[in-house]
């Protein structure tokens, strides 16, 4: 079972909406991750925290907001969605930052609708 | 492109056969990892092989890396239908803080 947890599993939300996505670890890492995947594809980059500080935005549209609160906790504000938005969002973390060679491990997913 | 690219794109096997699938990647690295994703569920890391490694094995996977290729295979012996999945390679790129998938591969198990 992973040691990454992200809430919620499933989420509609309408394109005037404003919603979160969650994600939290207790393993230590200091480096967490925001992935998104669409079907039949490899999950893309979106954003990095090092030190619970942005270390990698892969040009993401500003209608996404990562935040870290603390070492442990990650969220995604999400904000003006588009129905092409809509994808599977993954959440990672990893001991240190990449460049390190540690494992990157996942958390179960967040599948977004947006209608 | 930097990412690992995977072949075959879709491999279908009975019970009990060995799966193979490669990836190729073009720049230089720190490690390769793969990954499991069950259908519509999160990725499981399978085995981490570093750039001064040959080979890995964890139980029924074997991983080889040829750095002067710029290639590396994941052989899975004796497959079960429980191994039905895609299986992504991702690479760490010895400069920058980045970490990127190849395409993947589907492989179906048939019973």
């Known amino acids: 079972d992973t040691e990454v947890t992200q809430t919620p599993k499933h989420l509609v939300m309408g394109m005037t909406n404003k919603k979160s996505l969650k994600c939290e670890q207790h393993m230590g890492h200091r480096a967490m991750y925001w992935y998104k995947q669409k079907a039949k594809k490899p999950p893309e980059l979106m954003f990095v925290y090092s030190y619970e500080k942005l270390s990698i935005n892969e040009s993401v549209p500003s209608r996404f907001s990562p935040e870290c609160p603390n070492s442990s906790l990650l969220n995604l504000h999400l904000h003006a969605l588009q129905p092409e938005d809509s994808a599977l969002y993954l959440c990672?973390?990893?001991?240190?930052?990449?460049?390190?060679?540690?494992?990157?491990?996942f958390g179960e997913g967040s599948w977004l609708t947006v209608v | 492109s930097q990412q690992g690219e995977e072949d075959p794109q879709a491999l279908s096997i009975q019970e009990g056969e060995n799966a193979t699938m490669n990836c190729s990647y073009k720049?230089?690295?720190?490690?390769l990892q793969w990954y499991r994703q069950n259908s519509g569920r999160g990725l499981v890391h399978l085995i981490l092989i570093r750039s001064n490694e040959r080979e890995k094995h964890s139980g029924r996977l074997r991983v080889t890396l040829d750095t002067s290729k710029k290639s590396s295979s994941l052989l899975i012996t004796a497959s079960r239908a429980a191994d039905t999945a895609s299986y992504f390679c991702a690479i760490e790129l010895s400069y920058g803080q980045n970490f990127v998938f190849g395409p993947g591969t589907r492989l179906s198990v048939l019973p």
């Open positions: 720049t230089s690295i720190n490690n």
């Open positions: 990672a973390s990893s001991q240190l930052p990449p460049g390190g060679g540690h494992t990157i491990y």
